[in-house]
């Protein structure tokens, strides 16, 4: 059964008899065959870690600048409050106030 199955798979690994069927199978070639393809996987192995490892850099990196970018609008918009929040008190003060004491602020 597993000669039938490697006759599908590797035909060119199997020996037939004069009547067609399989006889056997070529091991020695097929160890050699293994051992290629065993390298083959292993150097693809070794690529795609590294196309991981470079992925993750970039992330990272990226991942860093939207930090900053989050950090600057945190920045702004404290900014901002503390803008409104002087504006309401100058409005305040404005409705309030005599206009003797607008006509003093003006001058200043």
Do not use: C, F, W
């Not at 599908?8 to 056997?24: C, F, L, N, Q, W």
């Not at 901002?80 to 001058?107: C, D, V």
């Amino acid at each position: 059964m597993p000669d039938k199955k490697m006759a599908r798979v590797y035909p060119e690994m199997v020996i037939h008899g004069t009547d067609g069927k399989v006889e056997s199978v070529r091991y020695l070639e097929l160890t050699e065959l293994l051992l290629n393809e065993l390298q083959k996987q292993t150097r693809e192995n070794r690529e795609l870690r590294s196309e991981v490892v470079q992925v993750r850099e970039a992330q990272a990196r990226e991942h860093a600048a939207q930090q900053r970018e989050i950090d600057a609008l945190k920045q702004k918009d404290a900014s901002i409050n503390a803008l409104s929040e002087r504006l309401a008190a100058l409005e305040q003060q404005a409705r309030t106030a005599t206009p003797q004491g607008l006509r003093s602020l003006a001058s200043k």
